[in-house]
């Protein structure tokens, strides 16, 4: 029973994750429009030209 | 993730920031020195002498010539990073708390403190990127609280300086049009009888973070006013930032200075604490610092963060690999559909 909870507690857990980053992602691809209507999409910042130092 | 040590102020750091491209890190603290860093290895690029007083706040323009920075001493400074000199300066009847140029780099707010009778306010001036130019005297627009408005902790701009967004001691967020300063909105975001201890815009500019005594760290749409995400932990905040390239935030504080004493750094909770920025979980420590951490900062290209501590010390971090590889199930689900 503890396992049946645990993978009901689980999989609500999931669905409930996958909600929010739908609507994350919703949210952003709106915003991303609007800034591109506005003439304010800044080019990507350019990658890392040095290494992580060890 | 070996961090790198910066040793260049004897007082607690008050503001990091990283200049457009992220080459470079300034600082400032309780003291005199302004340090500009080289962010990839921690070595001093040099420092720009000359402020009176203790510093709180340092920003660049967006393309790297001039610095300004905002101090006890009364003053908002415009300095030629090349040659570490004062080329302007303004005088305020209080403490200069915050500085920041807008997107454009064509005007800085100046937040400077209520106090004695003065009631302080946001002043935005034309400033022009040019070391030889002659900067405007007077600002083209001062902005005050709202009648019943706790004072102005912070501000920054919004994406296109469409906006000033500021933050208030009481801890609600106030939005005023970017151009004619003209109040628009206001939003009770943290706990009342909390200060808000830091705000620091989105990589884009179209929300924001705030972080709070109230033990908390929020994040607000400059749109709507609307609290999207709420990170909560066990301690008083000191400072939140956005990371780009991973969804997360960073939150830094700990017990208060004046309750240090009691406690060692082990229970004092001084560590820099990431949560997954969509879901609100926490999902890693640093720690590092011995005492609370003031600030914290993330790279523009999302390769590393740093953290200024109230011991006076900075830390840079760059990212592991295994720092990028971690995701959440669905994460990696929604990104192969």
Known sequence: ?54 | MRPILLQGHERPLTQLKYNREGDLLFSVARDKTICVWYSHNGERLGTLEGSGGANFSVDADPTTTIVATGSADQTARLWDIKTGKTIHSWNFKTTVKRVEFSPDGTKLIVLSEKMMGYPGGISVFNVKADVNATQETEPIMDIKPEEGADKFSFAVWSYGGKYIITAHADGSLSKYDGATGEFIASTQIHEEKFPITDLQPSPDKTYVITSSKDKTARLTDVDSLKLLKTYKTDTSMNSACITSKKDFVILGGGQDAKDVTTTSSRDGKFEARFYHKIFEDEVGRVKGHFGPLNCVVAHPNGGSYASGGEEGYIRIHHFDPSYFDFTYDVERFAAKE
């Open chain 1, 1 to 54: 029973i503890d396992a049946m909870e645990a993978s009901e507690a689980s999989r609500e857990l999931i669905m409930l994750r996958k909600r929010l980053l739908e609507e994350w992602t919703a949210w952003r691809a709106q915003t991303d429009k609007k800034l591109e209507e506005l003439g304010l999409v800044e080019p990507e910042p350019a990658e890392s030209e040095y290494t992580t130092i060890e």
